[in-house]
């Protein structure tokens, strides 16, 4: 059996299909399994030893569609479910399986606050896709796999941080995902491990501005690193700190105890860090801290994220207690 599984974006998101492509992989016998996504989110997949071939989304979709017809295959399995999704496989034809978004629910919880999404993670739904298949979840949780040339070293970490220390994720898709400056600072100063902040490029400035608190304890790795050697460095520390972004789903993937900020959006969205077997009711990770104001009537605002607040205040984020970050991370430092 040739299958083609389709998800265009993002590296969180892809990460969270990753038992799909696992249990498929194991499953089935002699089946092949191509990955369709865009070209810049290769490296989420590129050592992973379940994808046997990658296709990715060009400008005109129509030629994308003309290069998948010549594959022949057996079944789609639609891990995005949107417009061009639904184009791609009226294109080629074949027996095709997709998840429920939940977009109804997630509007309800955006717009009225009114929570009827179920407590489990996204990738229940994004599994319920292969049921008809016969593939059943393995409860073994998302892969991550670093490419064998990736070969960091000591001499790339500070001696300071030898022992080990706090991955701090601080970069995300939205401003309105992203804890301020001011709060990692007093992350920070709270905290009494070494620090080690996990961005791009673009993160580098406020990476900068944080290990003002000390040059010492806080190494900006920001924009030094590309995707694979920083989820290297997230293999290696203790606990993960992260907002909600691809990153803190890299950190699951290796099974590392995370305390997880959310701001805009939330957990029961279902993109909470996931370990294969956890919930938000009835099974919670015990290495897991969920990080949220909860108390504040306009929590979640989106289901995305925004460029600032739309209500100006930024209350989700300014007013979490990073104390208690600091003593979870204490907490689960092993």
Request: hydrophobic share 40%; net charge positive; proline share 4%.
């Amino acid at each position: 059996m040739k299958a083609l599984i389709i998800r265009f974006s993002s590296i969180g998101d892809i990460v969270l299909t990753t038992p799909v492509v696992r249990c498929l992989k194991q499953q089935k016998e002699n089946v092949r399994i191509h990955y369709l996504t865009k070209r810049v989110f290769k490296p989420v997949l590129e050592a992973n030893p379940y994808v046997d071939a990658f296709h990715f989304l060009n400008d005109d979709l129509n030629e994308t569609i003309e290069e998948l017809r010549r594959e022949k295959f057996d079944v789609v399995i639609d891990l995005h479910k949107n417009i061009r999704t639904l184009k791609v496989k009226r294109g080629l034809n074949t027996e095709s399986y997709s998840f429920d978004k939940k977009n109804v629910e997630k509007w309800l919880l955006v717009n009225f606050k009114w929570n009827v999404m179920p407590a489990e993670s996204i990738v229940e739904r994004y599994m319920s896709a292969v049921k008809g298949l016969g593939v059943k979840n393995d409860g073994q949780g998302l892969d991550y796999f670093i490419p064998e040339n990736i070969q960091l070293s000591n001499s790339d970490v500070p001696m300071s941080h030898w022992a080990g220390y706090v991955a701090c994720v601080i970069g995300g898709s939205y401003n309105t995902k992203k804890l301020p400056v001011e709060k990692w600072k007093e992350f920070v100063e709270g905290v009494r491990f070494p620090v080690m902040l996990i961005g791009g490029p673009e993160d580098r400035e406020e990476g900068r501005e944080i290990a003002k608190v000390d040059g010492v304890k806080v190494y900006n790795s920001c924009g030094k690193f590309d995707l694979n050697e920083s989820a290297w460095l997230i293999s290696k520390s203790r606990v993960v700190v992260s907002n909600d972004t691809g990153m803190m789903h890299v950190a699951a993937a290796f099974k590392k105890p995370i305390v997880s900020l959310w701001g805009n959006t939330a957990p029961e969205m279902g993109m909470f860090p996931y370990y294969g077997y956890n919930d938000l009711e009835k099974t919670l990770a015990p290495g897991l801290v969920l990080l949220e104001n909860k108390g504040l009537g306009c929590h979640p605002c989106s289901k995305l994220g925004y460029y600032k607040c739309p209500r100006g205040h930024f209350k989700c984020m300014r007013e979490l207690d990073m104390k208690y970050a600091a003593s979870m991370v204490e907490k689960h430092w092993a």
